[in-house]
Structures are given as structure tokens and as C-alpha cells.
């Protein structure tokens, strides 16, 4: 046995086997003009109020915020109906996802996660020192059957991405309540709702009900999506008083800055501004779909505000060529690589220019795919 003493101070071995998160790219060298369609951003920004919002904020630079978001949380709560005091609001929901596994994991616990869920459910259970399980998908969604063969004793934690990122997937609300009630009573069940608002399906629910009746389920939404706040990192989750208490105590003080509560409020607020992001994204993601499809792409079905492309893969037909086709016309979607999806783009829909542009440099693609 080696009796070296350690030279530095070295973090958990567990923490170092994390593959880092990597965001989609927003620029091509030498192109001054680029539509970035590779990180789910509403193409028609925020709303001009939540901007006049953030404004107003600047003269309250030096003064530390709200530290339990009581306006953002009274906002959302007459826009959902909800109990302001089932409410945390959080730095992008990504913290609450994080903090949920903190809180509930021990080490040695399994997290439970979809094949193609979003990538930041394997790294909050590691970080946690639990033990992150996927379960297959079928057809590119998350199968209730699956999952429910995947859970053990040590399972203390399920994340659902529903609609699911990066496949656009989606689970029905009858499916979701069949998953819940095949969990154990000690499993924590986290509905991520983050493209729920861009949902138009009779069968969908965020997953409010659930919340409302019962002690293990939580619901994680974002602002970063329909009401174009990506910047300032505003998520929230509706929750059970126990759950909330338990987070409360090992979030930050000030996990959300002023200026972002305020433009929150004031984007919530503009029911015709969501309203309007909506129906543009109800107008492209078919348009887009069936333009891109007759190319010989395969589209997968979504209800997001993206699409997962597959690539056939022969003569040249690849992702990683496509990808590298469309970045020199100043067309950046995300590689999926990271995800087990080598084969895919996933694109969000853009502004009318970038998606005609889009399309149709994808159809040139196809056709010869030389510059």
C-alpha cells in the first residue's frame, strides 16, 4: 500500500468521470452574419416589456434582491392558479434539477433518466455521488415500461423530459400518471417542462395535477424558451411544501438576480407576446418538417420549437458534413453526438429568413453537398 501523501487537493474521482455539458455554438469564424438555430432560443426574443423591465432594473445594481423571488413567484402563480408558497424560482431550472438531486441522493443511489433525455440529468445524479440508469426509448420517446424495468431498490430519483429535448418526443398525460403510479412512494418523480407552452396536444399536461395530489412529484419550468430570457436564467418548479422546505434550505440566498425577477414578471405577464411565439412556432415547426423531409432527411415528429434530423449517412450524406455545409452559409444547428445521436442535427425554428435559408441550403446539401 502506497503511503504518498496527495501534493494537492484533488476532487471526487466520481466528479472527474463527468462528461462537462457542452452548449451548442453560437458563431462561425469568419462570418458576420449567422443565424444560431442551436439552442431552443425563442426567435422573437423577449418581450418588449420584460425588456423595459430589465431597464428599470439598472438603477438597483447595488442592492441585493429579493432573496425568495416573491413577485416572480406571485406572477406565476396567477398565471398558473397555483400556491405561491408551492413555488421556488431558481437560476435557469437547471439549478432546481441539480439542487433535487442533491437533496435526494445518497451516494450509491440511482437517478433514473430516458435514453435521449436531456444531459443534465447523468451529471446533477454523479455530481450528487449517485449512480445515473437510462432506459431505452422507443421510436425516440420515453417508454413507461422501460423505465418502470429499470427502477430498484436504490432508485430515489426519476427525471422525465417531457417534451422531451433534443427528440421533440412527448409523453401523454395518461402515461406520465402510469409512470408515477408504478414508482415506489420514496421515489422522487421531476416532470422537466420546459417547451410546455409550445405544446397543442389534447393528451399533454405539464403536470400541475400531479404536483397538486401527490407527495413525490415536481414540476421544473423555464423562462428561457417562449418568453426569450435564455440571458438572465430564470427557472421555476411548482412543488410539495416538504420538497420546497428541503430545497429552501441549500439553494442560494440570492439564486436570482433582480433584474432578472423583474423582467420575468413582466414577460409572464404578456399573454399576447407568449401567445404570438407560440403561433409562430405552430406555423414553422410543420412548414420546416415538411420541406426538410423531402429531401430525404428524416424528420422526427416534435412538439417543441425544434426537430431532430437524421442523416442517411451515405455518400457523404452525414451529420458531421451537413453540419460543417450549413456553418459555412451561417447556418448553426446543435451536433448531438453527446447524446448517442451521431447520426442528428437538432435545429430550432428561426425567424422566416433562417428557416427558408435553412431549408433551402439543406435541400442544396442533399442534392451534391459541394460548397
Sequence with gaps: ???????????????????????????????????????????????????????????ELAIYPDGSSRLLREAIARRFGLDVEQIICGNGSDELLSLLAHVYLRPGDEGLYSQY???E?????????GIAVAADEIRLTANVDAMLAKVTAKTKIVYLANPNNPTGAYLPF????????????DVLLVLDAAYA??????DYAAGIELVSTSDNVVM??????????????????????????ALNR???????????????????????????????????LPWLAEEIAKHGIEVAPSVGNFLLL??????????????????????????????????????????????????AALAAFMADGRP
Design 1 to 59: 500500500m502506497s503511503s504518498l501523501k496527495p501534493v494537492r487537493p484533488e476532487p471526487r474521482a466520481e466528479v472527474m468521470a463527468i462528461d462537462a455539458y457542452v452548449p451548442g455554438k453560437s458563431a462561425v469564424a469568419g462570418l458576420a452574419k449567422v443565424h444560431k438555430l442551436s439552442s431552443n432560443e425563442s426567435p422573437l426574443g423577449p418581450s418588449p416589456r420584460a425588456i423595459a423591465a430589465f431597464r428599470a432594473n439598472a438603477g
Design 117 to 119: 433525455g436531456f444531459l
Design 121 to 129: 440529468y447523468p451529471i446533477a445524479i454523479r455530481a450528487a455521488g
Design 174 to 185: 395518461s402515461e406520465v400518471k402510469r409512470l408515477h403510479a408504478g414508482l415506489p412512494a
Design 197 to 202: 407552452e409550445y405544446v397543442a396536444r389534447n
Design 220 to 245: 421544473t419550468r423555464t423562462f428561457s424558451k417562449i418568453y426569450g430570457l435564455a440571458n438572465l436564467r430564470i427557472g421555476w418548479a411548482y412543488a410539495p411544501a416538504r420538497i420546497l422546505d
Design 250 to 284: 441549500v439553494r442560494g440566498p440570492f439564486n436570482v438576480n433582480g433584474a432578472a425577477i423583474a423582467a420575468g414578471v413582466a414577460a409572464i405577464e404578456d399573454a399576447g407576446h407568449v401567445a404570438a411565439a407560440a403561433a409562430h412556432n405552430a406555423r414553422w
Design 310 to 359: 437524421r442523416f442517411p449517412g451515405a455518400a457523404g450524406k452525414t451529420a458531421a458534413e451537413a453540419d460543417r455545409y450549413l456553418s459555412g452559409r451561417g447556418f448553426v444547428l446543435r451536433a448531438v453526438t453527446a447524446y448517442g445521436l451521431p447520426d442528428c442535427l437538432r435545429m430550432t425554428v428561426g425567424v422566416e429568413e433562417a428557416n427558408r435559408g435553412v431549408a
